[in-house]
């Protein structure tokens, strides 16, 4: 790897205007593409102390050997040239899309003297008329085959053209009434160009004055009494009327516009465009893209306007282009969007009304992109094996790590702090293995310690069923040598017994890993080794991955190891990792809304949930059944006089809640008090509001 240093401009020899700027690798080959307003300050960025670099960024200066630019006048002409020399060198550091492939477009080819209707790919003729794109060619043959019954224009290849008009045969659409048939005269030129103008009308948008026109003709008809004639209208307008509903309105302005939604994690985004034309959609489209270099939002934008219009002029480039963010600086884009188009483009993010509506479906369909792009990604035994290969490289362990597990803390200001341990088997979820964990050695927020406990616990366990099973030689059990945590100790006791299932098969907890995955950073990594240490597990490897930079952490060692951003390593790590989190904040939500929801009956031994209700219902209130006497209460169904009393005493122990008070009058507020054993929605706490509580989950 090169040292950024052995290449670094000169001090001054870099200029301080716009202009695009390569990366090139000991072979000459373009690593990297960028543009910049000033070439000197972005430059300068690449050249400072490695480790203030993004890791994808580090890993880029230090595989590249030289660095060159070009000076241009305009950032609207250093957004050109960096579109044009990223088509042509493809360079390995910028961001790439998985989905290159051509979208189909219908096409009316008004350049010939009879225009054809057609399905088209690839790069677009002058004279041709394109709408779409479609994320189908057969969405395309079947709006074009409602519609040939009302504009029966030609669709023939020129070689059935030809030899239609030589036999003086039409083909079988000329028989049918579905082609117009200038093949053998039926029309003149200008009578079939007519045609195949109103028919590219209709599909841009302008369908309520022809509509209008075909519906007057056919009453007319009807007055006239030519009534075969009226009723070919009728199914005429019948049959564009379903055209249309193929492509719904759902801007009703008539607006042309693009909409472009993004979603994305630390390695992937998902880009989905809507194409609206008249207010309607005409197609849709969509890649998924790797983040090979550090880019935000706003620059995946950028990115995706210029894949999207790199080779398109004129009407291709609507007049309004919706946004989920703003590249920076924005003036360039839409200048160079302006210019492509020959008139104003408008490049915003919505705010309000039908088109923030319908970002947010262009933004639903980018999420399940993703989701289902990631979901094939680790369904693939292949990919599965090169993550795990990848992972034993990069920790250096002897084999591939089968079995993963990952532990994650979550609470709430350090109130309600659980934990969660996720299993991936062969790279993919064992949801029945997981677990979850209170925190009960110590109260308060300390995520190491709370780590190191969790860790200790789970694998006390392991050592049990080992010790039971005989695998442990005499003299030879570690918890032994773990001061005040004998086997035999109260809180442990009970684990020999509690390992086996009911089928006498042992419990999941058994079984161990070959590799432990905590979320967190150094703290982390080091509290679940000494843990492992302190119970004499030496075979278990441990690792740590930091959400921020997405850096793996090993013990011992100040350097994270900086997989690269492709790595299927990396991505699986990422995926155990954020399941961990899923689950474990799952707990502690669910946990919290439970103990907002206790109330004083819930301390009550024996009383259940059903039990519970009968009382509130019969009383009204937990003040109500307060005040009740002994009789009372035995009048509830299914309370006897013991649990009756059971319940007076509890309640007479449980101090009542401060009274309510109107903070505008200061008047004391007497009323009844809230049920709050049921969990009803909108019911009253009495034990703090969660508002009161609010703080950072983690």
Request: proline letters at 5%; one cysteine or more.
């Amino acid at each position: 790897m090169a040292d950024p240093s052995s290449y670094r401009p000169k001090p001054g020899q870099i200029p301080d205007s716009p202009g695009v700027y390569r990366f090139r690798d000991e072979h000459r080959r373009v690593i990297y593409v960028g543009k910049a307003k000033s070439l000197r300050q972005r430059l300068a960025n690449y050249f400072q102390d490695l480790s203030g670099l993004h890791p994808r960024t580090r890993t880029m200066v230090t595989t590249a050997a030289s660095v060159e630019w070009t000076v241009v006048s305009t950032e609207v002409e250093a957004l050109q040239l960096e579109y044009s020399w990223i088509k042509e060198y493809d360079p390995r550091f910028n961001v790439k899309y998985r989905d290159d492939k051509s979208y189909p477009y219908l096409a009316v080819t008004m350049n010939e003297e009879f225009p054809r209707v057609q399905v088209m790919r690839g790069h677009k003729k002058k004279g041709v008329r394109y709408f779409g794109p479609y994320a189908h060619a057969w969405a395309i043959r079947d709006t074009v085959d409602l519609m040939l019954r009302v504009f029966p224009v030609r669709t023939c290849s020129a070689g059935v053209f030809k030899n239609a008009a030589r036999t003086g045969r039409p083909c079988l659409l000329g028989y049918i009434g579905k082609c117009s048939a200038p093949c053998v005269g039926r029309v003149s030129a200008e009578e079939h160009g007519e045609l195949a103008e109103e028919f590219c009308d209709f599909m841009a948008g302008r369908t309520g004055a022809y509509l209008r026109r075909l519906e007057k003709q056919m009453s007319e008809a009807a007055e006239d009494m030519e009534y075969e004639r009226a009723a070919r209208l009728r199914d005429d307008i019948e049959a564009l009327k379903k055209a249309m509903e193929k492509n719904a309105v759902v801007l009703a302005d008539a607006t042309d516009a693009d909409l472009i939604a993004v979603a994305e994690d630390e390695l992937e985004a998902a880009v989905q465009i809507f194409h609206v034309r008249g207010g309607r959609v005409r197609g849709q489209r969509g890649w998924v893209t790797d983040k090979v270099e550090d880019v935000t939002t706003g620059a995946l934008v950028e990115h995706a306007l210029q894949q999207l219009y790199g080779e398109e002029r004129g009407d291709a480039v609507p007049k309004e282009v919706l946004v989920p963010a703003l590249p920076e600086p924005v003036e360039p884009v839409q200048d160079w969007l302006t210019e492509r188009r020959g008139s104003n483009v408008s490049l915003r993010i919505p705010q309000r009304g039908d088109k923030k509506a319908l970002m947010e479906t262009v933004q639903r369909n980018a999420q399940q992109a993703l989701v289902l792009h990631k979901t094939r990604r680790a369904s693939d035994l292949t990919t599965r094996s090169r993550a795990l290969e990848e992972i034993a490289e990069a920790l250096d362990l002897d084999s591939a790590p089968l079995r993963i597990e990952c532990y994650d803390i979550s609470h709430l200001q350090g109130d309600d702090v659980v934990a969660s341990m996720v299993v991936f088997e062969d790279g993919l979820q064992r949801k029945s293995e997981y677990r979850r964990f209170q925190i009960k050695g110590f109260e308060g927020q300390d995520d190491v310690r709370s780590m190191h406990e969790v860790i200790t616990r789970r694998f006390r366990r392991y050592i049990a069923e080992k010790e039971r099973t005989g695998e442990w030689t005499d003299g030879e059990n570690p918890l032994a040598d773990i001061a005040g945590t004998a086997l035999t100790d109260a809180t442990e006791a009970p684990l020999t017994s509690s390992l086996k299932d009911d089928d006498g098969r042992p419990k999941r907890f058994a079984y161990p890993p070959q590799l432990v995955v905590v979320d967190g950073g150094q703290p982390q990594v080091a509290a679940a080794k000494r843990a492992l240490d302190e119970l004499g597990i030496d075979d278990i490897a441990v690792c740590g991955l930091a959400k921020r930079l997405e850096e793996v952490w090993v013990p011992d060692d100040d350097d994270p190891v900086v997989l690269p951003r492709s790595s299927e390593g990396l991505y699986l790590l990422q995926r155990v990792r954020d399941e961990a989190h899923r689950f474990a904040i799952t707990y502690q939500r669910t946990k919290r809304a439970k103990r907002f929801r206790a109330g004083p009956l819930d301390e009550v031994a024996g009383l259940g949930e059903t039990r519970k209700q009968a009382l509130i219902k019969h009383f009204g209130s937990v003040k109500r059944l307060r005040a009740a006497t002994i009789d009372q209460i035995c009048e509830v169904p299914g309370i006897g006089r013991k649990t009756a009393e059971t319940i007076a005493a509890a309640l007479a122990l449980a101090a009542p809640p401060a009274p309510a008070v109107n903070t505008a009058t200061g008047e004391i507020i007497d009323d009844e008090e809230p049920d709050t054993t049921t969990g009803s929605p909108g019911d009253p706490v009495t034990t703090g509001a969660p508002e009161e509580r609010r703080g950072q989950e983690t």
